[in-house]
């Protein structure tokens, strides 16, 4: 197997796995139909951030005992019994509470391995353009799930349906990661090859000591940026009566192209001030959704601009977070990135959730766009401490 047909399909396996995120925008729908609320979806998706902690804390030493790809498999297996037990659920009860936290188990050993499988394909000087790949098919599986539930609820079929439909992907997904093992060892990078994963409170504490602190600070700050907007857009979308399916073709269409033309880009000399700019258009973009006032054309530029913003700076910051490693730590900093990132993902909803029913979406939005604009502080000011520094 080539080196590109084995690329290729790493990263549908990862399209079809990345699905199960896209639908935790869904949440507060499935949850309506048993009265629960945001608090419900946002206090489920706790329980999901805690184990997914849990699971990129130990999934260096998992998959030093497995194997990367094997674990990979296991991710996806995993994930599609969670997927089947939200599809049955009628309650806030214990078959919800075990859907959430093999949600979090299964896609933290994704999350977080995946991007450590692509470090042995590639060099320092392809980085961004293989994660900014990486990121148009992790993009696209997070946007196109809620936009085919809408289609299947089209054609009569139920938002249950896409959860079992996807819980499927799953399967087909973990299958595809273990018949790549034999492949993946063949093409590892001489340096990477070897290298081990297990995380540990020594080298978070290198880590965080090295250049490699930033991204993980910022990625943190961004994924809550991006959970506040996209996990309650169906909660907005109501709101002004517009459709949520047309954001997320909107969002997610936009976010693939900004990541494709990425893939041509190798960094360049300034990569903090790209990622500072885009991510001042993604505070502003934030913000912007106050001011839909029920219009179409202006909900699909809010779409825009927080693809841009977000979409466009996520997959350059990842490959920062890799390229700011200190020499032998490259997977546990970014296993350190993606633990910093579901903090944002999964635990900022529930503070979402709480600001949407006691404050409502205006001061919700606020919030976050203020999170995005410290992410860009932050990022501009490495900036023109690397410019004081040449």
């Known amino acids: 197997m080539s080196r590109v047909v084995l690329l290729a399909l790493f990263l549908f396996a990862v399209f079809l796995q990345a ?31 805690l184990v997914t902690l ?9 998959s030093d005992a497995l194997g990367r ?17 939200y599809a049955e659920a009628q309650e806030i009860g214990p078959s919800l509470v075990l859907a959430s936290a093999l949600i979090g188990f299964g896609w933290g050993l994704m999350y977080t391995l995946a991007p450590v499988v692509l470090t042995r394909l590639s060099g320092e000087g392809n980085r961004v353009q293989v994660f ?41 997904s973990g299958i595809i990661f273990l018949t790549l093992r034999q492949a993946m060892a063949h093409h590892a990078v001489a340096e990477a090859a070897g290298t081990r994963s297990r995380l540990s409170l020594k080298a978070i504490t290198a880590i965080m000591r090295s250049r490699g602190w930033l991204p993980i600070i910022m990625v943190c700050l961004g994924a809550s940026v991006f959970a506040g ?14 459709k949520y399916a047309d954001y997320f073709l909107v969002y997610t269409g936009t976010t693939v192209l900004c990541r494709i033309a990425l893939a041509g880009w190798r960094g360049g000399k300034t990569p903090y001030l790209m990622i500072g700019l885009l991510q001042l258009v993604m505070s502003a973009s934030a913000l912007s959704f106050l001011f839909i006032g029920g219009s179409q054309s202006v909900y699909m530029l809010c779409a825009i601009l927080f693809a841009i913003g977000y979409g466009a700076s996520y997959p350059i910051l ?30 900022f909803p529930y503070v979402a959730g709480l600001l949407l029913v006691e404050h409502g979406i205006p001061v919700m939005l606020v919030v976050v766009a203020a999170l995005a604009a410290i992410e860009a502080t932050m990022a501009l000011q490495r900036y023109r401490g690397d410019r004081r520094n040449q």
């Open 69 to 85: 790809m094997r674990t990979l498999g296991l991710s996806g297996f995993t994930i599609t019994g969670a997927l089947f037990l």
């Open 318 to 347: 990842a490959a920062m977070a890799a390229n700011d490693a200190q020499n032998g730590l490259v997977a546990q900093t970014v296993q350190l990135f993606s633990l910093t990132y579901f903090i944002g993902i999964f635990g």
């Open 54 to 62: 849990i699971t990129v804390y130990f999934s260096g030493h998992l």
């Open 132 to 172: 900014s790949l990486y990121s148009v098919f992790l993009m696209a599986g997070f946007g196109i799930s809620p936009v085919y539930t809408s289609w299947l609820e089209a054609w009569g079929f139920g938002l249950r349906d896409t959860f079992r439909m996807v819980g499927v992907f799953c399967t087909v």
């Open 19 to 49: 699905g199960t995120y896209g639908l935790t925008f869904l949440l507060p729908d499935l949850f309506a139909t048993f009265d629960a609320d945001e608090r419900d979806v946002g206090l489920m998706l706790s329980i999901t951030a």
């Open 229 to 242: 907007v996209n996990n309650f857009q169906t909660v907005i979308a109501k709101e002004e009566g517009l």
